[in-house]
């Protein structure tokens, strides 16, 4: 029997993706107006709008172990062991409502920390469904999982900064100033942890800023993200097709989870490489 592949909304995985990949998505939730909302319920361009007119940003949270519960009922006699890369633990409590359902359901079901989300995590899902259809064993599969997070550069910017500040990765006056000042930061996930590593004035700039620093891996490929800034996605593509010589750059939407804590005016990158970007 194949080995399955379970992982959460975040990854970006579309649901078409999802269906053909034979890989289950197990929602995160939206607490909006005091109701809780199933992320991949939602449609992104109207939660966008009310992102961008709301006066208190919403707040999310993991699924309840009962969601993964059921997936892993509905599938435990189709596989020999399963195994569940989520979202980092380091932004979402995600891995430890996996890991209690593991407790509930017999059967051979391994989650892991991927220390990813977005496209990052779908790349890896992606990954993992080419080695199960190889036969390669859920051992191997498992360490690859736990691994693989080292051959992804994840870099996000920003228009407003108070979704930043409301989560709690700026302070007050940085958000204010950086408001003022046009300033763009970048952040990158690195060991499942956002990290602002630069600062930018002006949109122009940071464009040319994620071209550079796409330049500078070795890459097997490449997808923007984006939230509310379709625009800003398509010029950074062919910015980067231009630069790199390539045919096409996939662009997607930001999920919704990722989209309420950065805002509607997202720009992201998220590159895997040949060999490893990060050690």
Request: hydrophobic fraction near 40%.
């Amino acid at each position: 029997m194949k080995i399955g592949i379970v992982t959460d909304s975040t990854s970006t995985l579309t649901p078409e993706e999802s269906k053909k990949l034979s890989v289950p998505i197990v929602s995160l939730y939206i607490k909006k107006n005091d109701e809780f909302l199933k992320a991949v319920d939602l449609d992104l361009e109207e939660y966008g709008k009310f992102l961008d007119e709301c006066t208190e940003i919403p707040s999310t949270s993991q699924p309840n172990p009962a969601d993964f519960q059921k997936v892993f009922e509905e599938i435990k006699n189709k596989y020999s062991s399963v195994i569940i890369p989520v979202i980092s633990k380091e932004l979402s409590g995600t891995f430890q409502s996996s890991k209690i359902a593991e407790d509930s359901v017999e059967g051979k079901f391994k989650t892991v920390d991927s220390k990813l989300t977005a496209s990052g995590l779908g790349f890896l899902i992606e990954n993992l469904v080419e080695y199960s259809k190889k036969g390669a064993p859920d051992v191997e599969m498992v360490f690859y999982a736990k691994n693989f997070y080292k051959k992804v550069m994840t870099i996000f910017s920003v228009d407003d900064l108070k979704y930043l500040y409301k989560g709690g990765r700026l302070s007050k006056g940085s958000s204010v100033i950086g408001n003022l000042l046009n300033i763009k930061p970048i952040i990158s996930l690195q060991n499942g942890v956002l990290k602002p590593i630069k600062k930018v004035r002006g949109n122009k700039k940071l464009i040319s800023e994620m071209v550079q620093m796409a330049s500078e891996i070795d890459y097997q490929r490449m997808t923007i993200v984006y939230s509310g800034r379709k625009e800003d996605a398509e010029l950074l593509a062919s910015k980067l097709m231009d630069k790199l010589g390539v045919i096409d750059i996939p662009i997607k939407h930001l999920e919704a989870v990722v989209m309420t804590h950065l805002g509607n005016k997202a720009l992201g990158l998220i590159i895997e490489g040949k060999g490893d970007i990060y050690i």
